[in-house]
């Protein structure tokens, strides 16, 4: 199983919506996480778990809570909407979100995960998955995490196995990742830095056991990157005529769905920083990109570049 990671200002509706219409090798879309300011889900998120902008079925919510009434609030919303599936945010790294006690923080706390984990299963008959890194200042942290966790009958474990310092940077605690194959009681999902064919390669080689995984980044660079590791394989003018309705899909919606054009020329500048590595010249097209000003231009430029740069050849 291969599941796309829930990327907050990437992987959004839209771009899941335009996924799942082009390819097939993701099995289930992760939504950005969702949370609560003074007891209200801002629009901004709802719009993400909206039922009518997640049509495939496929997608799972994340929420992002800190304690039992926030898991109230937002499992309630995602109970109501008829999500089968929940995923509980245990790997946020940024300040503005543990220094209010959420994300990667709760990693700090086993009793209080505890607490709120034994509170989400009395009260929601939904499935329960959680996504984690490995600790929150050490990777050590996963010890006291993991005899919680094997305490309730979750549906998955997806790890990446970073501690929250670290961001999105910097060494894979590969340590981290094999204490949780010996200890949890199911096999957890792995995530983190798989780019590439060969990335996937060698940790499959390092975690024989493990069969899903989660990509994120990878995707985003290289949307073929999931058909490649299920050994589908396209010529080089379909992957070029993938790429191009994929590109025009999220491109028209982001147009559609504001009054503003700005904001979807904003959207897109943000969406090639990622989608331009599929292109041999990755830093003169994302040049060309960002130096966009007029938001009329960003159709012309994209068209001519899909049509004509060259591929990046990956496997
Ligand atoms: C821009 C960005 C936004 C992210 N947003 C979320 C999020 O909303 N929820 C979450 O659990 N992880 C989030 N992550 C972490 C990713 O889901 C994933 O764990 C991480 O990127 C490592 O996987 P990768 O190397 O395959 O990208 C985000 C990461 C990035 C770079």
Redesign the pocket.
């Known amino acids: 199983m291969i599941y796309l990671?829930?990327?907050?200002?990437?992987t959004d509706f839209v771009y899941r919506n335009a996924y799942a219409a082009v390819f097939q090798g993701i099995d289930a879309f992760?939504i950005?996480?969702i949370t609560t300011k003074s007891s209200q889900v801002p629009r901004k998120y709802e719009r993400e778990i909206l039922p009518e902008n997640n049509l495939n079925r496929k997608s799972v919510p994340?929420v992002l809570a800190k304690d039992e009434e926030e898991i109230l609030e937002l499992c309630s919303l995602l109970r109501d909407y008829g999500y089968r599936e929940i995923n509980l945010?245990l790997?946020?790294p940024y300040p503005m979100v543990t220094n209010r006690g959420k994300g990667s923080k709760l990693l700090t706390g086993p009793d209080k995960l505890e607490r709120m984990l034994e509170f989400y299963f009395k009260n929601f008959q939904i499935a329960l998955s959680v996504?984690m890194r490995a600790g929150f200042e050490s990777a050590s942290d996963i010890e006291q995490i993991i005899p919680v966790l094997n305490r309730f009958p979750l549906k998955k474990v997806i790890l990446?196995p970073r501690i929250a310092k670290q961001l999105?940077e910097g060494t894979i605690h590969t340590s981290a990742f094999q204490f949780a194959v010996d200890h949890l009681d199911q096999v957890p999902v792995y995530?983190?830095?798989?780019?590439t064919l060969a990335d996937y390669q060698n940790r499959k080689g390092s975690f024989p056991t493990v069969t899903d995984w989660?990509?994120?980044?990878?995707v985003l660079m290289n949307v073929f990157l999931p058909d490649e590791i299920k050994g589908i394989k396209y010529t080089e003018t379909e992957k070029r005529l993938k790429l191009h309705d994929f590109h025009t899909q999220i491109m028209e919606s982001y147009f559609q769905m504001t009054d503003n054009p700005g904001n979807a020329l904003n959207k897109m500048q943000q969406f090639w920083l990622y989608f331009s590595h599929h292109f041999s010249h990755q830093g003169k097209i994302l040049k060309v990109i960002k130096k966009i000003r007029n938001p009329g231009n960003i159709k012309p430029e994209t068209e001519y570049i899909l049509r004509r740069a060259e591929l990046k050849i990956t496997d």
């Open positions: 990671a829930p990327l907050q200002g990437f992760y950005p996480y994340q945010n790997g946020c996504k990446h999105y995530n983190g830095d798989v780019f989660m990509l994120g980044r990878g």
